[in-house]
């Protein structure tokens, strides 16, 4: 990091991401880049400059905000923390900040960069949200459902699909693979029909599955299949029901 004071304000102001430098001791805003003026909505530095950092953060935000403060202090490099900014015109941002320690006109200071990930903050809660509408529906269907990656593991089982399995909880079935229960001989088919559903993304019609609960009983299974994004990845939801002739 240069040691002139204007070579580093250049070098800032052309970073294409907000940057600000404050004071260790007071936690204070020394100076901004012109990006960070747009980030927290103001219109000069002035309405920045002298300002505390915590009046930008929520106030549940900030012993995450003083714990890094004073591991920069100490001369370390926290990892990325995404905070919810409160802008000065009233909105907000999710804004990720990375923070070194430098040295700025002559005095030991931090230097944080802030990406807003609004975006990817909503897109992230979306997706939770909608997951988590999935588990509702799928843990009250009468059907057993499960969801395997294009690796072959499971990572969704609701407790239709355990029970049929004889598991007693979601652990012994996440995470393995589909040859911990799909009988040996209809392993090829399933894997052959998975592929297919993969690739094309159209579903398999209900056909009989033969499956080895974890006590190494077989049961057979009327097995429906289509392509989902799960976490996104590839994966195939595969709807089962057993059959009358079953066990």
């Known amino acids: 990091m240069p040691e002139s004071n204007t070579s580093l304000k250049k070098i800032l102001e052309f970073l294409p991401i907000a940057v600000v430098v404050s004071n260790f001791d007071t936690g204070n805003i020394i100076w901004v880049n012109s990006r960070d003026l747009q980030l927290a909505g103001a219109s000069s530095p002035d309405q920045l400059v002298g300002h505390n950092l915590l009046e930008f ?34 909105g907000s941002a999710d804004v990720q900040i990375t923070s070194i320690p430098v040295r700025f006109e002559g005095e030991r200071a931090m230097l944080s960069v802030c990406a807003d990930v609004t975006e990817q903050q ?67 088919m399933i894997r052959e029909g998975r592929k297919r559903v993969l690739q094309t993304r159209e579903s398999i019609p209900p056909r009989p599955v033969r499956l080895t609960r974890l006590d190494g009983e077989a049961i057979t299974v009327s097995a429906q299949t289509a392509f989902v994004m799960w976490d996104g990845e590839r994966a195939t939801q595969t709807t089962l029901q057993i059959e009358d002739t079953a066990r």
């Open 122 to 188: 909503r897109a992230r809660r979306a997706i939770a949200e909608s997951e988590e509408r999935y588990r509702t529906l799928v843990e009250s269907s009468p059907s057993g459902v499960a969801v395997v990656l294009d690796t072959e593991e499971t990572v969704y089982a609701n407790h239709v699909f355990r029970e049929m399995l004889g598991a007693t909880s979601a652990d012994a079935v996440i995470g393995r693979p589909l040859r911990a229960y799909v009988h040996p001989d209809d392993l090829k």
């Open 57 to 90: 953060l929520n106030p549940d935000e900030h012993g995450i905000a003083l714990r890094d403060i004073a591991l920069v202090a100490q001369g370390q490099s926290p990892p990325p923390v995404t905070y919810h900014l409160r802008k000065l015109d009233g």
